[in-house]
């Protein structure tokens, strides 16, 4: 008791119970993975959280990312619902040495990106086909279960010219669009990377992204905030003793909803509208509290479920999905915002990432004493990790280690 380690993990509990009680109830289980480790799963929510026995060894190098998904079955089939989802939209690309380039050239990746997937969705794709085949695939891929009321009014609300690109190409007469996209990892405690992450064009920050006090190390320049309504407000109860006391603000910001539950389609809405959360467990919610008192639809972006299902199938298939619990995996927030970056930006560094030498680092750079990285049971930290190192190789992405 007292603790600020498990202070944290009950205000996650918490969280987890009162957001979603009603949806799957109160139990624990024991995942067995296929690679033999053994994982706590509390399904509390859409979003469990689960911890990593102790004694848990993630091996990182013995694992190798390959396009049909990291696995070392080649038979795996991925679930009807994660086939592709048709590509609609050009990318364009004015820039040597660009991700898009190099990827395409790419023995292995040039397989694998599809950079005419669509990134973001705005009012235009609320439709009849896309509502009858999306609403045969669960969130986040689609909107099975999901009222066609509250998704249709929140879409219809996407009618700017800014939600339909994360960024104005025309604002970088440079050409070369540099992104760098901060993950919240230990690594960066001490690294005095903070220069070079804010001398990017772009810079994308997620969940509890604490700045203050760690400007040297992460910087201060901020782009996009990228979340889910969940882990946004599971960061800022778990992580408030650290100084993640409010979701970054600023005028130059945008926010990236990723519509992991029908609470993100609600409170995108009552962000828009600037009124308070009319429906669900975020009732009576204000979103200005959130995103500031600013609401137009330019502020805010929302990524297709298509992308996200893309991403899985393609980047992210984890062996979880094989599980009973394979509905509820899905890539992390940074892991979405790292190939959301990779698929709008021409460069892109990644900071904060998971690395192979993770152990020697804390789970974030703003603790003070040293904590083990939390594996979540609804993502394949180790399937990233590989991932990352794989597009490092590939000289797609550049991964900051250390
Ligand atoms: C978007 O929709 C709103 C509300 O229906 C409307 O007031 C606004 O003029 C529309 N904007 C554009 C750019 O079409
Ligand atoms: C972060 O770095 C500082 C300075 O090097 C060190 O004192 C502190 O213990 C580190 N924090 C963690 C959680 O490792």
Known sequence: ??????????????????????????????????????????????????????????????????????????????????????????????????????????????????????????????????WERLKTRHVPYGWQ??????????????????????????????????????????????????????????????????????????????????FTVNTMKNSLIAYEEYGFTQVPQGKDLRYIFIPSDIRDYVMLRSAIQGSPVLEGSDKGDKPQKYFGPEASAEKFKLLHPDFLQYLTARFLRSELLKTQYGSLYMPSTGALMLLTALHTCDQVSAYGFITANYKQFSDHYYEVEKKPLVFYANHDMMLEAALWRSLHRAGIITLYQR
């Open 1 to 130: 008791m007292g603790s600020p380690h498990w202070k944290r993990l009950c205000l996650l509990l918490l969280a987890g119970l009162t957001s979603s009680l009603l949806l799957y109830g109160h139990y624990y289980a024991t995942v067995e993975s296929p690679t033999g480790r053994r994982i706590i799963a509390s399904l509390l929510q859409p979003e469990p959280l689960v911890l990593a026995s102790p004694g848990t060894s993630h091996q990182v190098s013995s694992r190798r990312w390959t396009p049909e998904g990291g696995s070392e079955s080649k038979s795996f089939k991925p679930p009807a619902e994660l086939e592709e989802p048709k590509p609609s939209r050009k990318q364009p690309s004015t820039c040597l040495r660009s991700v898009m380039a190099r990827a395409k050239a790419d023995p292995k990746f040039g397989e694998v990106f599809r950079f005419d997937t669509p990134v973001l969705m705005w009012d235009q794709h609320f439709t009849p086909e896309t």
């Open 145 to 226: 279960g999901l009222s066609h009321t509250a998704v249709g009014s929140t879409l219809r609300l996407l009618n700017a010219s800014a939600n339909r690109h994360l960024f104005d190409r025309d604002t970088f007469p440079r050409g070369c669009v540099r992104c760098a996209v901060v993950g919240n990892g230990g690594i960066l405690n001490g690294s005095r990377q903070g220069k070079a992450i804010d001398a990017h064009d772009l810079v994308f920050r997620i969940n509890g992204a604490v700045i203050k006090g760690f400007e040297e190390d992460v910087g201060t320049k901020i782009s996009f905030y990228g």
